[in-house]
């Protein structure tokens, strides 16, 4: 069975700070991988997506960038935090054929401050 | 370009009551998916349902079931003997096989009263 894993669960940075959020993937190969912001008590923001190793495209354009080393592992990243990166960040797994049917992981609640 | 609605940013249902979550979306697509998600206090996004546009039967997953009007272009979610462990975010998606990407309602709020 899949299984997708996110850490670290909860980070508290402060502004100007780098950020790195790991995302993995096990039980399957070559997924699509997407990351997803969600602030407090609210929708899901899609960040990035990647349709296969070194393809990442970005939706929103912010001081996020994202990474894909390995076919199943997915990075979150930044060079200097803002207030405004606080929130809910969320990573989700599809097949390729089936893009439309996501499959999300626990989830990691950064706090910039 | 595709969107997803829902209209009401907060239900509440008694305990063993029916609620019905409402999602309206747009497309000038005939072939699609459409999905409801669940996030719980957790924040666990949790698939629910799923239903394919092609198919005139609605979805249903035990407690769960969907009103879908295609013509309507309306995707509502019943939930049955609602349970306090029903209490959570609710989300409706849409998306299709050509599409990389999940468009994603702003999502509705579900109290459980006991």
């Known amino acids: 069975s899949q299984t997708i894993h996110q850490w670290p669960a909860t980070l508290v940075q402060p502004v100007g700070s780098p950020l790195s959020l790991e995302c993995t993937v096990e039980g399957t190969s070559n997924p699509n991988l997407y990351w997803y912001r969600q602030a407090a008590g609210r929708g899901l923001q899609l960040l990035f997506y990647s349709v296969g190793i070194g393809q990442i495209s970005s939706e929103v354009p912010q001081n996020l960038s994202a990474s894909r080393p390995q076919d199943r592992q997915f990075i979150l990243s930044s060079k200097k935090l803002l207030l405004s990166d606080s929130g809910f960040y969320l990573c989700a797994w599809s097949r390729g054929l089936t893009p439309y049917e996501q499959y999300f992981g626990p989830g990691t609640r950064l706090t910039v401050t | ?114």
């Open chain 2, 1 to 114: 370009a595709q969107t997803v609605t829902q209209s009401q940013p907060e239900m509440s249902v008694q305990e063993a009551e029916t609620v019905t979550l409402s999602c309206t979306y747009d497309t000038s697509e005939s072939d699609y998916y459409l999905f409801w998600y669940k996030q719980p206090p957790s924040r666990q996004m949790i698939l629910v349902i799923r239903q394919e546009a092609y198919k005139q039967q609605n979805a249903t997953e035990n407690r769960f079931s969907v009103n879908f009007q295609k013509a309507a272009k309306s995707f509502s979610l019943k939930i049955s003997d609602s349970q306090l462990g029903d209490a959570a975010m609710y989300f409706c998606a849409y998306g299709k096989t050509s599409y990389d990407k999940v468009i994603f309602g702003p999502g509705t709020s579900l109290s459980v009263i006991p």
